[in-house]
């Protein structure tokens, strides 16, 4: 079964980067969709970005268009979440997951079957 490792949170002042990491454990990650997601406090668990499994494909949440970047490395198991333009709204607990089964990446959180533990992000003003 694979597992995921998000790794790159931080604090981090509005306007300042960050780049989260989601290591994944398996051999067959390149044939994963994988997605992003993050929770802020009092609120749902919200989609922000997904890659397909041959990183032909992104999508994103019109909240992080143009700021936030989604890419992977299949040779290091790896997806990457480029943040920029950081803002306090950001604040929240990042997860990484991984869809197994679906041909295109979705921004539906039931699609995804595996779940990392979460990275804290938080955006002071």
């Known amino acids: 079964q694979v597992q995921l490792v998000e790794s790159g949170g931080g604090l981090v002042q509005a306007g300042g980067s960050l780049r989260l990491s989601c290591a994944a454990s398996g051999r067959t990650f390149s044939t994963y969709n994988m997605g992003w997601f993050r929770q802020a406090p009092g609120k749902e668990r919200e989609f922000v970005t997904a890659i397909s499994w041959n990183g032909a494909t992104t999508i994103y949440a019109d909240s992080v268009k143009g700021r936030f970047t989604i890419s992977r490395d299949n040779a290091k198991n790896t997806i990457y979440l480029q943040m920029n333009s950081l803002k306090p709204d950001d604040t929240a607990v990042y997860y990484c997951?991984?869809?197994?089964?679906?041909?295109?990446?979705?921004?539906?959180?039931?699609?995804?079957?595996?779940w990392g533990q979460g990275t804290q992000v938080t955006v002071s003003s």
């Open positions: 997951a991984a869809d197994r089964f679906r041909t295109y990446p979705t921004e539906r959180a039931p699609h995804y079957d595996t």
